[in-house]
């Protein structure tokens, strides 16, 4: 199938993360940002290994690119667009949008070009699986081709869901991950002992994405993969409930995740934008949840909240 390469030059009143939303929103089976800030202000604490940067490829402006069906009228899917980022940026007088054709393959190579190794923590990098001859540590890599899903590990949601995995879960714990989408945290929870890992994910077409990256890595054969709307219909509690998806989401999963987790129970929730933060405490509290942990990551913010408020600490909300 063929498929057009989207491209929304992000001026100064918009913010890429925003665009990409706007552009998964209206369909967009992937999304890339092309923005040499990305590679130049990550900070050292979450750890990333750089690839090299050609500068000339990169314009004044970010860019971020949506990968739509090939079977749309071209200027009717540029007016779609543009009038979804309008109602964003009513301000905006102008938005520069460009159109390729391409073909699968043409999307994977574009894809693979932006997809580099990136270290998480101290002892865990993922890799794609393109790049598996440059790494021989098998037990501290996971290995990844994230085909149409999100999650490649690049974005700080995901960075700071592993981190906040790392400090709530404990080896033997029961992990369920709520959209899993490329299965990134519910094979960290593997890495990291757990005793039993359900993967839930709500759009049947990323599953096949979600297996494939799991038989990429040893040790993942026990992993279930569900197509589940959220918890709807789950009876069972673990110990961990991992959940990296947008609020709209995440909101009416509070309530589910506190009756699927067991007493002190962990949630960790990413994929917090900045204007919706104080949304999801407030929520959490209301569901007697207490938050010790509140991690922040440019305009990203990621939870670490426990079961029960009756045990919160002076430190916590």
């Not at 309008?86 to 301000?91: A, F, G, I, L, Y």
């Not at 995440?250 to 990413?270: C, R």
Request: with cysteine; net charge negative.
């Amino acid at each position: 199938m063929d498929w057009y390469e989207l491209t929304v030059e992000v001026t100064q009143l918009m913010t890429s993360e925003l665009v990409s939303e706007v552009l998964l929103g209206q369909g967009s089976s992937g999304v890339t940002i092309q923005d040499v800030k990305d590679f130049e202000e990550l900070k050292e604490d979450l750890g990333v290994m750089k690839g090299k940067v050609e500068e000339q490829a990169y314009g004044p402006y970010p860019l971020v690119k949506g990968y739509f069906s090939g079977d749309e009228e071209e200027e009717a899917l540029i007016f779609r667009i543009q009038q979804a980022l309008m109602k964003v940026w009513p301000d905006q007088k102008e938005i520069s949008i460009q159109v390729k054709r391409m073909k699968d393959d043409s999307w994977e190579k574009e894809w693979q070009k932006y997809y580099q190794p990136i270290r998480l923590n101290h002892w865990l990098k993922i890799v794609p699986i393109w790049k598996k001859e440059d790494c021989q540590e098998e037990q501290r890599v996971i290995y990844m081709d994230p085909g149409m899903a999100f999650g490649t590990g690049a974005h700080p949601t995901t960075q700071m869901a592993v981190h906040l995995l790392g400090i709530g879960m404990k080896e033997g714990d029961e992990v369920m991950d709520v959209g899993t989408g490329s299965g990134i945290l519910a094979i960290v929870a593997q890495k990291l002992g757990a005793s039993r890992v359900v993967a839930y994910e709500y759009d049947e077409s990323i599953l096949s994405t979600t297996r494939e990256n799991l038989s990429l890595n040893k040790g993942t054969e026990e992993i279930t993969v569900i197509a589940n709307d959220k918890l709807n219909g789950v009876e069972d509690q673990v110990d961990v409930i991992t959940a990296n998806i947008l609020t709209d989401i995440l909101l009416p999963l509070i309530p589910q995740a506190y009756t699927n987790l067991k007493e002190d129970g962990v949630f960790i929730l990413s994929g917090i934008y900045k204007d919706q933060k104080e949304k999801l405490v407030e929520a959490l509290q209301e569901n007697d949840f207490y938050l010790p942990i509140i991690m922040q990551e440019g305009e990203w913010f990621g939870i670490l909240a426990k079961k029960g408020r009756t045990h919160r600490t002076k430190d916590s909300l």
